[in-house]
């Protein structure tokens, strides 16, 4: 079935998309419409390398071949690859976000680039539906990374494109962040490494990864705008690490962000793209913008190449001029503004990594057919491995024997699976099969497994006597239909909160109720929109209008939930648990680009929902769907607690392989999970975050996430790297060497001493050096392994810490020093959980 709905701020998600959250509804569907016709799929293995073999010799001169193909395009032609264009509007594939048409005249092809990071997002389309970023990161296998991006890359060469706007390596630095589940960790060690493994995955099969959004975007809210004010040290210490490593990685192009970074937007930054990227990073491909965070026409001397994004109205309109690098750009050429000399070298960088990738070949690597069931399986085997089992008291799991064959399953998520986040990181899959399924089909024969949502986000179709005159759910517009297509009078039986929800698919919606803020749906977000409206007895208008793909009908369909069948709701859903052996409550969260969630609780009740069905039924086990760190008010009350996240199209397979033991949890946090609002690194300081007067400051400076904890001597709800097994480990006999290259090998004897295979992460922390003066962790994660073990099997194990590990960065002299001096070594499972330590 389609993924599940969102939740009530959901709506709000529409008034901007790739762009500030006060434009026009008009230009929040930008995305929408930026969407070209794919090429076809032919069948061909999949490539162990990025197809070209001819190096850029350059980063800014590339090869003689391409400084000649460039040296031949007028100067219109060169300013069609500096912006992405819409591309064309119908055809039998899917489309993708930005367009660039090439010189067939001196064999150029087509450019096509799609959305990532989680899968590939197609306007109208479907793909694998990958385990979020966070839950990637949660393996601490980079391998794991490797298949990911390989995912991604096979599918994004089958489906036509050439570029994938992933991954994002942003610093989890916020714990209300909305895009917290499109990223990996608030450790730049974590993010580095998986982001360089999946951009080893993705380009390996011919795809070109774009690495996001540089620099500091690590909140939503006020992203346009904001200025993230951050210092040297902390900026080359936790921010960009993870875009270091992409870049070392071969990353064919870099994104820049919205935000601006000490007082320059990032896209006009020439510290950073230039001096940063070109001179010390020695980056070779090119840098577009976020949707349309260029600036200026300037921006190209200042390091930027490309400019994506359009002010782009619905389907049917006119395709607008790039804001800046299309004619105002080709304008200030001609006046001798801007040299064309500077164009060419943006064009130079984008068509140098074509060539790079084999897109200039007489004949250019074959396109291959798409392989869903490879998709599948990676994206099964990473929702199981980066699951998290975060409290399991009593050895409630896995559940077996009567426990496991009576199960009270409740929640919305676990009848409609909550696959993905939303915004440009949400994918529509082929299939998700809902969790409950899956739970009854892994109970088998004889077991009573009952289902209540507990709280229903989609309710039921208003009658003729509630909505008037009758809406028929079903097809309202023909394919490029835009007009108003209802118009009626809502009755309201009692003052009360309701629930409403709007399902579309072929294009958008929008629902007004009189005296409410609009309602927006629309298919290439989530399949269904549900907010909660406050209504008072009576009558309201209501007026549906839409909109539908050229290609496509528009169908809609309106349902709701009254306030007592709410309330019957969770009484069904309590009473259930009280019948059952065990309770399995599904809950979720809904990260989303646009917009911050406004507090770490779950939204829409299911806090009470859960402490409820815990009175009900001590053997209570909450599942999460989460894209982030949520509070838990109700944790000391439940039996268990795993951690799936948004675990992608194949969650509900590997939600009961984990429940009934037919895989065990490995996972382990990338990020701190706070005991309260009270205590986090940006919690209480508005000029941590949000920012006060639009700018920002990073004063926590290098204690950010599990390193401010150290620091201020806060305990957490869960630390980062916690996560449990259904087996024990043991660490014993610690040794430490250095090695020629200034790093340091730490080996440990890590022994399964439970009766299970299981996986565990042997997890190095460094201690400061008392020699230095700059501001150091309390505690920093330097190096990690994962090891297979079987019960009673003991392994040496050997965690690489790499020299870098030992630096920190001299702002005085602006690079980086090694800190003299002994550190301690800590060896454990978690950043609290240390089993040996010895120093160094």
Known sequence: MPPRSTDGRTSRFFHRFRSSRTRPAAAALALLCTAGLLTGAADAAPLDEPAGTTPVEDAAEGTARVRALVARMTLEEKLTFVHWDAGPKTGPLARGVGYIPGVP?????????????????????????????????????????????????????????????????????????????????????????????????????????????????????????????????????????????????????????????NGTPSCSNSALLQSVLREQWKFKGWVMSDWQATHATTDITKGLDQELGLDMGKPGDPVPDARHFGAALARA????????????????????????????????????????????????????????????????????????????????????????????????????????????????????????????????????????????????????????????????????????????????????????????????????????????????????????????????????????????????????????????????????????????????????????????????????????????????????????WYPGQEGAGATAALLYGDANPSGRLTQTFPADERSHPVAGDPQRYPGVNGRQTYSEGVHTGYRWYAKEGKEPLFPFGHGLSYTSFAYSDLTVKRTASGGATVTVTVRNTGDRTGKDVVQTYLGPSPSVSAPQAVTKLAGYTKVTLEPGQSKRVTVPVDARQFQYWDAATHAWKTAPGPRAVRVGTSATDVRLTTTL
Request: hydrophobic share 40%; aromatic share 4%.
């Open 333 to 644: 050429v001609r006046a001798g503004e801007i040299p064309e000399a500077t164009v060419d070298r943006a064009v130079i960088r984008i068509v140098g990594q074509m060539e790079r990738f084999g897109l200039l070949a007489a004949t250019p690597p074959a396109r291959p057919a798409r392989d869903p069931e490879l998709g599948r399986a990676t994206a099964r085997k990473i929702a199981e491995e980066g699951a998290v089992l975060l409290r399991n008291t009593g050895a409630t799991l896995p559940l077996k024997g009567a426990d496991g064959q009576s199960l009270a399953v409740i929640g919305d998520s676990a009848q409609r699976p909550k696959v993905s986040g939303l915004g440009s990181a949400h994918v529509v899959p082929d299939r998700a099969q809902p969790p409950v399924e899956a739970l009854r089909a892994r109970a088998g024969q004889g077991a009573t497994v009952s289902y209540e949502p507990g709280i229903d986000r989609i309710g039921v179709p208003l009658t003729a006597q509630e909505l008037s005159p009758a809406f028929t759910n079903g097809k309202q517009l023909e394919p490029g239909g835009d007009r108003s297509f209802y118009n009626g009078t809502l009755t309201v039986p009692a003052d009360g909160d309701y629930r409403v929800a709007m399902r579309v698919d072929g294009g958008l919606a929008i629902l007004q109720v009189a005296g409410q803020q609009p309602v927006y749906a629309a298919d290439s977000f989530s399949d269904t929109t549900s907010v909660v409206l406050r209504l008072t007895k009576g009558t309201h208008r209501v007026e549906v209008s839409g909109w539908a793909w050229p290609d496509r009908p528009l169908e809609v369909d309106l349902t709701w939930v009254t306030p007592e069948r709410a309330a019957a709701d969770r009484e069904r859903a309590v009473a259930a648990a009280a019948k059952a052996r065990t309770a399995v409550v599904f809950v979720q969260d809904e990260g989303s680009e646009g917009y911050d969630r406004p507090s770490l609780s779950l939204p829409d009740g299911q806090d009470e929902l859960i402490a409820a069905v815990a009175r009900a039924n001590p053997r209570t086990v909450v599942v999460l769907n989460t894209g982030s760190s949520v509070l838990m008010p109700w944790l000391k009350d439940t039996a268990a607690v795993l951690q799936m």
């Open 105 to 261: 005249r001196l064999g150029i092809p087509p450019l096509q680039a799609a959305d990532g990071p989680t899968g590939i997002r197609l306007n109208g389309g479907r793909a694998t539906a990958l385990p979020t970023p966070t839950a990637l990161a949660a393996t601490f296998d980079d391998q794991l990374a490797t298949d990911y991006g390989k995912v991604l890359g096979h599918e994004g060469r089958a489906l036509g494109q050439d570029v994938v706007l992933a991954p994002m390596v942003n610093n989890i630095r916020v714990p209300h962040g909305g895009r917290n589940f499109e990223t990996f960790s608030e450790d730049p060690l974590v993010t580095s490494r998986t982001a360089a493994a999946e951009i080893k995955g993705i380009q390996s099969q011919g795809l070109m990864a774009t690495v996001k959004h540089f620099a500091g975007n690590n909140q939503e809210q006020d992203r346009a705008t904001v200025d993230a004010t951050i210092d040297e040290q902390t900026l080359q210490e936790t921010e960009l690490p993870a875009f270091r490593a992409a870049v070392e990685a071969g990353a064919a192009s870099v994104m820049c962000a919205y935000n601006g970074v």
